[in-house]
């Protein structure tokens, strides 16, 4: 449904259960970099007005997302952690180009953010469920 070739490893679930306060600061985490990944795209690309106006709405839902992962983290009771490194990131990352075209970095950088997305958005349907977590 979201386009991703393979599904989460379903030992992913029994982590993300045993684990909500760090599930939780993971995926608050994720739209605070999806927000600023947004951001950056901007800075870097402000060429492309229509992408501009696009990203910016992104990046606004991105940061309501992130004080909403945070607002349940406080209803639960719990802290928000430390960001951490994001492993799934840093291998999407080994498959950019080093020495391609400014465009091309461009449209890498876009479309592994949209598969970061999409396996965002896998995730937390997942954990929404298990946990009866309403947004």
Known sequence: ??????LTDPRWANIAEG??????????WCEQKAASNAISLITNNSEHED?????????IEEMEHFK???????????????ERKDDYVGQLMKFS?????????FIDR????????????????????IFKIKI
């Not at 449904?1 to 393979?6: D, P």
């Not at 909403?68 to 430390?82: A, N, Q």
């Open 1 to 6: 449904m979201l386009g991703l070739k393979l």
């Open 19 to 28: 684990n909500l306060e760090e599930i939780l600061t993971d995926h608050a």
């Open 51 to 59: 992408l501009v106006h696009e990203l910016t709405a992104i990046a």
């Open 68 to 82: 909403m992962v945070v607002d349940i983290i406080k209803e639960r009771g719990y802290t928000l952690g430390r």
């Open 97 to 105: 180009k080093k020495d391609g075209s400014r465009n091309m970095a």
């Open 110 to 129: 876009l479309l592994f953010a949209a598969m970061i997305e999409a396996r965002s958005c896998e995730r937390f349907r997942f954990y929404r469920k």
